[in-house]
């Protein structure tokens, strides 16, 4: 049982040169990040320790409804518990799916998170959270980050006892991919022939591109390139030790609260335009793509089913249908499935039931998994997994992992895919991949292989 926290107001810094001034310099750290020019949502930075009993997190109860009374507060939703990931293939192996370890990185792993600072982009606040025992203690410590954030901000001649924040890319590498463009395009025809014979409808299929590095990259650095080019609502950096996860996420997974879930699968992508006249045709073409609403559909209709294994009858419903949201490199076709959970329901039901993801393995979902690990050559690891928090009180945000990079002490890989189905065009996949996997290479200073460009 973790305890009870409290909260103490701040004065506002950057969160990002808060981040480096102090949790960014601990073995254990997090930033879950909102986006460098937000104004709505939430961002936490902290500290933690390593989880070593993951299923306390599995048995946090889900399905009791907030009071009336008693809403999240004034300095949000996450109340302390934990902050991790979940990788794609140990989900996998628990749904009956043939799965292959991936020893790089751990495919699960939590934070206990009891101190950090909270911060609300909306009202541009923030606060030292911490157990009340410690709250002092905290909120001082946290006081020094923000003088040191704002030291660091200063002219040149002041002195600033927080390390420099530095944007500059490393020497450029070309990464490695697992399959060749013409590979990845005869793997769709595969994927295409098993749609044929009635054994899946859609297929996310994926690949890994591997940028080795000699000495590791600093996962700060990483971080704050990928946010400057790809923000995101949920993007953000969990480490641990030698290991660490960089994400500018823009697919919220799972979020639960007051005894209500709700999931927002993304299938359909389209670069931005050259143009504001360019980009609106763009977003216009992707909301009317009969292959992308099929696609989006049917994901629908999988998470549908997934969260009625954990809701009340006649409770699940479709919140927002084929809704176009644009991010700085791309457009997404968006939607939302509610809806309330059994009072018995915990985290562990809630991921049995709906992990891993539709969105990232196609329908009918073992089908989909069983047929995408003979095709796709290796493992997932952590991409296609999920990461966020969980909170002690029962509520939890968790974003899929996509658009992200994994840092592990030989390197970094970024994976990437797309969704096929019947209509799709090879040529067309083949560069959705490279769109989406060329913003987390460039922020490790990686460019494509060649032909996907």
């Known amino acids: 049982m973790l305890p009870a926290v409290a909260a103490r107001p701040l004065a506002w810094v950057d969160p990002a040169a808060m981040f480096a001034a102090g949790p960014s310099r601990a073995a254990h750290a997090f930033w879950l990040d909102a986006g460098p020019d937000a104004t709505e949502g939430w961002s936490w930075l ?11 997190v599995d048995a946090v109860a889900l399905g009791a409804p907030t009071p009336a009374a008693s809403p999240a507060g004034e300095w949000g939703p996450f109340r302390g518990g934990w902050v991790g990931w979940l990788g794609y293939d140990g989900a996998a192996a628990g749904a009956g799916a043939p799965a292959v ?48 954030a704002e030291a660091s901000a200063a002219p040149a001649h002041a002195v600033a006892s927080a390390a420099p924040l530095s944007d500059a890319a490393p020497a450029t590498a070309t990464a490695s991919a697992r399959v060749d463009p013409a590979a990845y395009a005869d793997l769709i025809g595969r ?53 660490a996860l960089v994400s500018a996420s823009p697919e919220r997974f ?23 006249a360019d980009d609106a045709a763009r977003a216009a073409e992707l909301r009317a793509s009969v292959k992308e609403r099929a696609e989006n559909v049917m994901i629908v209709d999988l998470m549908r089913n997934d969260l009625s294994r954990v809701c009340l009858p006649a409770t699940v419903a479709v919140d927002g249908l084929l809704e176009v949201e644009s991010y700085p490199a791309v457009h997404q076709l968006v939607s939302t ?33 069983t047929i995408l690990h003979d095709l796709e050559g290796g493992p997932r690891g952590v991409f296609a997994g999920c990461f966020g928090w969980v909170g002690a009180d029962g509520a939890l945000d968790l974003a899929m992992v996509i658009r ?3 840092l592990h002490p030989g390197g970094a890989y970024v994976g990437a895919g797309g969704g096929i189905t019947w209509g799709s065009d090879a040529s067309a996949e083949v560069a959705e991949v490279g769109l989406k996997a060329r913003a987390p290479l460039a922020a490790l200073g990686a460019t494509l292989p060649p032909g996907w460009s």
């Open 191 to 243: 994927c295409r022939a098993a749609i044929r014979a009635g054994d899946a409808f859609q297929l996310c299929l994926t690949t890994r591109f591997d940028v080795p590095a000699s000495t590791p990259f600093d996962p700060v650095a990483v971080h704050r390139r990928l946010r400057s080019t790809s923000s995101a609502h949920h993007g953000g950096l969990i480490r641990s030790g030698d290991v």
């Open 337 to 369: 499935v509610a809806g309330r959970l059994r009072p018995e329901a915990t985290v562990g039901d809630l991921l049995a039931a709906a992990f891993p993801a539709g969105s990232m393995t196609g329908a009918p979902k073992r089908s989909a998994m």
């Open 46 to 56: 902290g500290v933690g320790e390593p989880e070593t009993d993951p299923a306390v």
């Open 101 to 148: 370890t991936d020893a790089t990185v751990p495919d699960r792993m939590w934070l206990r998170a009891g101190r950090f600072v909270a911060v609300d982009h909306s009202r541009r606040r923030m606060w030292a959270v911490a157990p009340v025992s410690d709250l002092d203690d905290f909120a001082l410590q946290a006081s020094g980050w923000a003088a040191d």
């Open 404 to 406: 992200s990079i994994v």
């Open 254 to 276: 799972l979020e639960a609260a007051g005894g209500v879930v709700r999931t927002r699968p993304i299938k359909g992508t389209r670069p931005r335009g050259r143009n504001a």
